[in-house]
């Protein structure tokens, strides 16, 4: 029930930030962390940003979503 | 699903070069080991990945207690259904709580029969329809570990700062180390080492987990999602067990920090108080749930709004109780993918999409670990086309 997904932040209004995946872009909650930053990559769940991911590793986490797409991750 | 991927993946150099050398280690181990997958986002993970299919013989994966919905016992949704039935409140939950047996309905029914349900997918969904609905009370259902309280917790704190009075929470949040720990002690659990869930961790931190090995001595991996985070976590773990030098290691570096997140975890203990808390299935785990605070009490849906609630009884016959414990597994139960399916689920396990019932009944079950990726879709597209 909680899955969380990386995204990255592309734009920042306040606590409010709009995040990417995959081309789809939504809304998010960045109250839950400190300092978060347009072109950081979070893990979202539930509307919210619940932790920053290390910027090298989630490239590589993201890389590894693409190509494993059509697997499905909900 | 996707015949690339399968090749894909099958042809992944990196997965090849973890699989042999998970072979190797367990080789080396030269007895049976079982590891539990504590969260219900790994076990569904793991029958995707394949990896059941590259195991040795003597190693078993076994599912854990990882899903809140598995675990919320009758009564919470006995109490929900309740107060989906007065005229004045509009219940908000997530999704995986609608088709969930309660002792005579269901979330599901009751939306159907009429009352005003409705699934958001955020917290601040449910405080929206709050602000839009002055006239009703909103009874959020806060069901969900450590990932998903603080943000239920932020949403209390929100409330009051929008003076918003017409939002309430039902707290059935759960903590994963008391269970953990529970667990640890129980003479009749045969697991040799733990995969820790990932998301519960980016908030809890890898220190909640330390005591596992330092009272217990079980080896532990915190570990991601994806097919080639399973395959590193397995090999970790193997590792530990041969070398027999168990440790916390955290695979899922990238999203879990040792301290966690502070600030979640702030919010967490302003707005919520530990307490016992039942299990469904498993019984009270002392300290093991997050009631609303005495500071927050006015949003608790517990007790200030009153309800005549039916009696509670669990689903007879049902095992979820055993399988979340990792005692049984789902192929144990007489009615599993016979009288209990998704469509017809008897017990939670059933329901969640993270169930192991579900899980099981999904992704099939390969029992002889020798077979190859080709039988696990296969199992896959007899489990998809039998009628
Ligand atoms: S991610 Fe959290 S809520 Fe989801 S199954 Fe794992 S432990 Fe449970
Ligand atoms: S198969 Fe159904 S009845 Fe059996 S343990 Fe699972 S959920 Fe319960």
């Known amino acids: 029930m909680c899955l969380g997904v990386p995204v990255k932040i592309v734009q920042i209004k306040g606590n ?18 400190e300092n978060v930053k347009k072109g950081d990559y979070v893990i979202l769940h539930a509307g919210f940003a619940i932790q920053k991911m290390e910027p090298k590793e989630a490239l590589e986490t993201l890389k590894l979503f693409e190509e494993l797409s059509g697997f499905g991750n909900e | 699903m996707n015949r690339n991927f399968q090749d894909e993946f099958s042809n992944s150099k990196i997965t090849q070069m973890l699989a042999e050398k998970i072979r190797d280690t367990a080789r080396k181990i030269k007895k049976n080991v079982a590891l539990m997958e504590v969260c219900g986002t790994h076990t569904v993970a793991i029958f995707r990945s394949g990896i059941k ?33 007065s005229e004045d409140i509009i219940v908000c939950t997530f999704g995986d709580m609608m088709k969930v047996p309660g002792s005579s309905s269901s979330l599901e029914k009751e ?8 699934i958001v997918y955020s917290t601040l969904d449910a405080l929206k329809i709050a602000q839009q609905n002055p006239d009703k009370k909103i009874v959020f259902l806060g069901v969900g570990f450590e990932t998903t309280a603080p943000t239920v917790a932020f949403a ?34 045969k ?45 970790i773990l193997l590792s530990q067990i041969q070398k027999k030098k168990p440790e916390i290691s955290n695979q899922y570096l990238r999203a879990v920090k ?34 609303i605070g005495d500071d927050y009490k006015e949003f608790d849906a517990l007790t200030q709004i009153n309800v005549q609630v039916e009696k509670s009884r669990e689903p007879k016959g049902c095992l979820c109780g055993l399988v979340i414990q ?32 579900q899980a099981y009944y999904k992704y099939g079950q390969v029992k002889d670990s020798r077979r190859s990726y080709g039988s696990v879709y296969r199992t896959l597209a007899c489990v998809i086309l039998a009628p």
């Open chain 2, 111 to 118: 939306k159907t029969a009429g009352e005003d349900i409705r």
């Open chain 1, 16 to 33: 409010e930030g709009i995040a990417e995946f995959k081309g789809v872009k939504k809304k998010i909650n960045l109250e839950l962390l």
């Open chain 2, 53 to 85: 299919s590259i195991l040795p013989e003597n190693v078993r994966l076994i599912s854990g207690p990882g899903c809140p919905v598995c675990v919320t016992p009758n009564n919470y949704l006995d109490r929900a259904i309740a107060l989906s039935r």
């Open chain 2, 258 to 291: 040792a301290n966690g997140n502070l600030k979640a975890l702030g919010l967490m203990d302003e707005v919520f108080e530990k307490e016992d808390s039942l299990w469904r299935g498993i019984g009270t785990i002392p300290l093991s749930g997050l009631k």
């Open chain 2, 326 to 357: 990792g005692k049984k597994t789902p192929l144990d139960c007489p009615f599993f993918a016979r009288k209990c399916n998704p469509r017809n689920p008897i017990g939670p396990c059933m329901v969640s999409s993270e169930g192991s019932c």
């Open chain 2, 156 to 189: 209390l704190k929100e409330a009051r700062k929008e003076k918003i009075r017409n939002f309430y929470v039902l707290s059935a949040h759960k903590l994963v180390p008391p269970a953990l720990k529970f667990l640890a002690e129980s003479k009749d659990l």
């Open chain 2, 191 to 235: 697991v040799d080492g733990f995969i820790c869930p990932g998301h519960v961790s980016t908030i809890i931190g890898t220190k909640p987990y330390e005591f596992l090995v330092r009272e217990f001595e079980f080896p532990c991996v915190i570990s991601g999602f994806e097919p080639l985070d399973l395959f590193q976590s397995l090999y």
